[in-house]
């Protein structure tokens, strides 16, 4: 019996030998390990070389594209809407008649105005004889008056006579001017009747219809808004620019404009006016309104309220050393090994963090400490720590965030540990 078992667990231990050099061999052991031991876990990372290009450093904002030129075509006199030639999309040109109102009352008061400066003129007429008769009366008691053939109060009565028929002249001419002031205002409300195209663009949006009574607006009331008129050949984006964004921007830098409805044709543009006065979201958020003047093809129309965002080059650095902005991160300095800190160049000790960028060596991975500069959307220049060739672990961004020194990391993709030659981390 005992030679039987002896057999089995001979058998047994071969078959396990066996399985474990295939294991072994076929790395399947190596991948259960790293499974399920945290310290023989290896990392795979994605590396970038460190170069040298330029950098554009720009300021991101949000907006609206909206119309150079546009206008709020309203109502200068309150009336009904008798006819409207166009529709909303349709081009106009300038002078081109947009709405036509009900104007026999205003016509009925030009009217009206026209018959009160006959009156006045008539009224002026009798003022005048009446002027007249008083001041021969006047002259003639003058002199009788200087002959002493009539008393004092008689040439005097003569004189107040005389004084009034002119005080009802000049009543009499500035009632000639308001009924004529009154006759231009008649005809210029009735001119308002009808309202043209002040330059060719596009109705881009339409308020009222036919037989609607447009009102003129007040100090605490608007009035009624017919129609919308834009010249959509020359488009801008209003932005919005956080107010701690805005000290580098200038008039006339060069922009890239990302409009929503055309995701794969970036526009350009140029900076012009910037908002002067400081403005504040219904979030709280305070900014500055910078308006940027878009370069449109023709054959793209862009319509006014379309979302997008644009990238304001606001200064570019010629033949830097740059590396992906996401592969450089903080940590505390007691945390980096003492073999990197102790006698770096790079390390500013009034700081409890250090930027860091991580390398392989030897299977493991590395700190840089670095000096950075300016960034943009991608990239971020190093002043100080790196030179141009190494390859530096840029990803993926949520093993970065917890990246330790020493941790066991490999190129992805191989079956080797990538290693950077010559390079030493306390550099």
């Not at 904002?61 to 075509?73: L, M, R, S």
Request: proline share 4%.
């Amino acid at each position: 019996m005992w030679k039987w078992i002896l057999i089995v667990l001979l058998t047994l231990i071969a078959c396990l030998m066996g399985l474990g050099y295939w294991l072994s061999a076929s790395g399947q052991l190596e991948a259960f390990r790293q499974k399920y031991d945290p310290g023989a876990k290896i990392d795979e990372v994605r590396l970038t070389e460190v170069k040298r290009g330029d950098l554009v450093r720009t300021v991101s904002a949000p907006g609206q594209v909206e119309p150079k030129t546009k206008v709020e075509i309203s109502a200068q006199v309150s009336a009904r809407i008798i006819a409207l030639p166009f529709r909303e999309g349709q081009t106009v040109k300038n002078d081109d008649v947009l709405v036509r109102l009900d104007g026999r009352d205003l016509a009925a008061l030009l009217d009206s105005a026209k018959a009160q400066l006959r009156s006045e003129e008539a009224r002026l007429e009798g003022a005048q004889a009446a002027l007249i008769s008083a001041q021969l009366e006047f002259n003639r008691r003058k002199e009788l008056s200087a002959t002493k053939d009539i008393s004092r109060a008689e040439y005097e009565g003569a004189e107040v006579e005389f004084k009034q028929a002119q005080s009802r002249l000049s009543v009499a001419e500035r009632s000639i001017d308001i009924a004529r002031a009154n006759i231009q205002r008649a005809e210029k409300d009735l001119e308002n009747t009808v309202i043209k195209a002040p330059f060719d663009g596009v109705i881009t949006k339409l308020n009222a219809e036919v037989g609607e009574t447009v009102v003129i607006g007040t100090l605490n009331n608007a009035g009624s808004v017919i129609m919308e008129v834009a010249d959509l050949t020359v488009m801008l984006l209003k932005t919005r620019i956080d107010e701690a964004n805005i000290a580098p921007v200038k008039d006339g830098q060069r922009a890239r404009v990302y409009v929503n409805a055309y995701p794969e044709f970036p526009f350009t543009g140029t900076v012009g006016h910037i908002g002067l006065k400081r403005q504040v979201d219904n979030d709280g958020t305070a900014y500055f309104e910078t308006d940027i003047l878009i370069d449109k093809p023709a054959e793209i129309m862009l319509r006014s309220g379309l979302t997008a965002n644009t990238d304001i080059q606001v200064e570019t650095f010629r033949d830097v050393i740059k590396l992906p902005s996401q592969a450089v991160l903080d940590r505390a300095t007691e945390d980096l090994p003492r073999a990197v800190v102790e006698g770096n160049a790079q390390l500013d000790r009034s700081k409890k963090f250090a930027r860091v960028v991580f390398a392989i060596e030897s299977g493991k991975a590395v700190p840089y400490i670095v000096k950075t500069g300016a960034s943009d959307l991608t990239d971020t220049i190093v002043t100080g720590g790196l030179t141009p060739g190494m390859m530096v672990i840029s990803g993926p961004f949520k093993l970065l965030e917890k990246l330790k020194a020493d941790q066991k990391v490999k190129e992805a993709g191989t079956k080797t540990e990538a290693a950077l030659p010559a390079q030493s981390g306390s550099n």
